[in-house]
């Protein structure tokens, strides 16, 4: 079965501070597709990046970044200088490549406050 | 660009009434997730449908139902409403399944 944790249930930052957020799944699948998204207080689910397990370069979009580790099943996003704009509660997501419909799993969400 | 609609934004049923939402997934995706939020959680995935068809199936009650339209649309039916189903209600699309699922700004159900 799939699951994601994500230990981190809140983490409160100054602005500036770098902070990452940290993403452990397991599944059974050889094929399977990670995912961030950001919740801002809003309520939108907002896609940050898709990964597929073939592919485990990390990846850097201006002040984010992710490192995504198949020998050790993490998925880690970093903002770098963070900002009050960051805050927002962030889900970590795993999806199996069985074709038909690939159901998304989300961890239980890391709440994130920057303070100014 | 365009995103996935959903309609309503906000509603507020009584126990035991009949609740029907709506979403209209970005032109050109074929398939339609359907997540459901309760307060402090995290989305948990309801009902899927890939070409009109249903493709997967999660934790959904008995009490609901859900169909894709041959616009690609898609409706979830919620009778027999109780205080637990107050969540916010997500619709995903994507275009094929496995690729990245976009969602909707979400139905924010109130059951009093």
């Known amino acids: 079965a799939q699951k994601v944790t994500q230990a981190q249930t809140e983490i409160s930052v100054v602005e500036k501070e770098d902070v990452t957020l940290d993403c452990v799944y397991e599944t059974r699948d050889t094929t399977y597709y990670l995912f961030w998204y950001k919740q801002p207080p809003s309520g939108e689910l907002v896609f940050l990046i898709r990964r597929n397990s073939f592919d485990e ?46 159901k998304l799993v989300f961890g239980k969400g890391t709440k994130l406050t920057v303070n100014p | 660009a365009a995103g996935v609609i959903q309609s309503p934004r906000h509603l507020i049923k ?21 997540y459901q939020q309760g307060p402090g ?16 199936k999660g934790s959904i009650p008995d009490r609901f139902s859900a169909q894709q339209f041959s616009d690609y649309h898609s409706e979830l039916n919620m009778s027999s409403l109780e205080l637990g189903d107050s969540a916010l209600y997500f619709c995903a699309s994507s275009f094929g399944a496995g690729e990245t ?11 009093l």
């Open chain 2, 14 to 34: 009584e126990k035991r009434e009949t609740a029907t939402l709506k979403c209209y997934p970005i032109p050109r995706h074929d398939t339609v997730y359907w």
């Open chain 2, 101 to 111: 699922q976009y969602f909707g700004p979400g139905t924010r159900l109130l059951v």
């Open chain 2, 41 to 56: 959680q995290d989305p948990q995935f309801l009902i899927s449908f890939y070409e009109k068809m249903q493709s997967d």
């Open chain 1, 57 to 102: 370069q990390n990846e850097i979009s201006g002040r984010y970044s992710w490192n995504f580790q198949k020998s050790t099943s993490s998925f880690n996003f970093t903002i770098t200088a963070s900002q009050v704009v960051d805050s927002a509660v962030y889900f970590c997501a795993l999806s199996e490549g069985r074709g038909g419909s690939e």
